[in-house]
């Protein structure tokens, strides 16, 4: 399959938002919350994340099929909203997207993620990236999430 991964600009925000509620959906499921961040973030959120965000997007000819987002803050750049279209998933297309979100700010001294504590997977393809759990939190009370984190290489 030939996927092609770019930077996003504004004018992708609503294709990004409703594929990311999709992609999202099962992580909701698997945590009994509807309510969890991607599920309920808005357009304008979305827009907004645009001036303090790298958006990469993993296009498939005209179609969107995945993104991720990133930004620097001091010397950690932090990772997050990492999706992909349930019909393109099991393909490397996640993968490819976060090792070019790492490769988007190559001077961070570490890189961060948060994502589901029962999100197996998830935690597993960013373990093989060479991330380690280094906490836990709570979203919106009910839903477990880990901190994951690694150094520049």
């Not at 393109?88 to 297309?93: S, Y």
């Not at 490819?96 to 190559?106: H, T």
């Not at 001077?107 to 906490?135: C, D, F, H, P, W």
Request: glycine share 8%; proline share 3%; net charge negative.
């Amino acid at each position: 399959m030939d996927v092609e991964i770019t930077v996003a600009d504004k004018s992708d925000a609503k294709q990004i938002l409703e594929l990311q509620k999709i992609a999202f959906h099962k992580e909701a499921a698997l945590n009994g919350d509807m309510q969890i961040a991607p599920m309920v973030e808005a357009l304008a959120d979305t827009e907004s994340a645009f001036t303090t965000h790298v958006f990469l997007i993993a296009r498939k000819g005209a179609d969107i099929i995945g993104s991720v987002r990133v930004r620097a803050e001091d010397d950690t750049c932090h990772i997050g909203r990492l999706f992909v279209a349930p019909e393109h998933q099991g393909r490397g297309i996640g993968r490819q997207l976060f090792i070019a979100a790492e490769e988007k700010f190559p001077s961070a001294g570490s890189y961060r993620l948060i994502t589901g504590k029962l999100s197996s997977g998830n935690i597993r393809l960013y373990e093989s990236l060479g991330y380690q759990v280094t906490g836990e939190m709570m979203e919106n009370g009910r839903t477990p999430l880990v901190v994951m984190e690694k150094d520049r290489a």
